[in-house]
């Protein structure tokens, strides 16, 4: 970062100074992974889950066969994410695996997907598609940055009053509609064989 910037989540805990400074590349990228550790195994889900009533949602889902190892491990839930891309680029999009994970998972736990939500029909095409909810990162940064609290609010508006538009135009009253019409979502792929 230039000298004359801080990062305010970071104020306690962090020196700005070693965000500043570093002998190869960005030191705020190696502050992150630091924040990594490359020795979690599947098995360390079993020991969180020794130590732990609370429920375990593991995020980071990207494919059919992680999903079905991660049920091996007493888990209550699944994120299918790929963390903004930041963490491997060239990662698939959530949405075009959000299907696979949920054809694996078969209903025993929830699902659910975050990454690329920025519109009320980006929440419709995840539930269409199995999710049983969306979290929504950018678009609430973005909310408050320009206005603080009463902006993630209005951006929350406007998100409620898209996906409400989206379920009339799809001809949907609710969540069970969406999740039972068939082929309500399909990839442009589809379009592409006609």
Not at 8 to 33: D, I, V
Not at 142 to 164: K, P, Q, S
């Amino acid at each position: 970062l230039p000298v004359h910037l801080s990062l305010a989540n970071f104020r306690s805990g962090l020196p700005q100074s070693s965000l500043h400074t570093s002998e190869s590349g960005s030191a705020l990228q190696h502050y992150t992974k630091s924040l990594i550790d490359p020795s979690l195994t599947w098995e360390s889900i079993d020991w969180l889950r020794s130590i732990t009533k609370l429920p375990i949602v593991l995020k980071g889902i990207l494919r059919a066969e992680d999903a079905r190892e991660a049920l091996k491990h007493d888990i209550q839930g699944i994120i299918v994410s790929n963390h903004g891309a930041r963490q491997l680029d060239g990662v698939p999009a959530t949405i075009d695996v959000l299907s696979e994970v949920v054809r694996e998972v078969k209903g025993r736990v929830e699902v659910f997907m975050d990454g690329g939500v920025r519109h009320g029909t980006d929440v419709l095409k995840a539930l269409a598609l199995g999710a049983n909810a969306v979290f929504i990162g950018r678009p609430i940064l973005w909310g408050l940055a320009v206005n603080g609290e009463e902006g993630v609010c209005e951006v929350l508006r406007i998100m409620m009053e898209e996906v409400r538009q989206a379920f009339v135009l799809s001809g949907c009253n609710s969540v069970t509609d969406v999740q039972s019409f068939k082929n309500l979502v399909v990839h442009q792929t589809h379009y592409t064989h006609l």
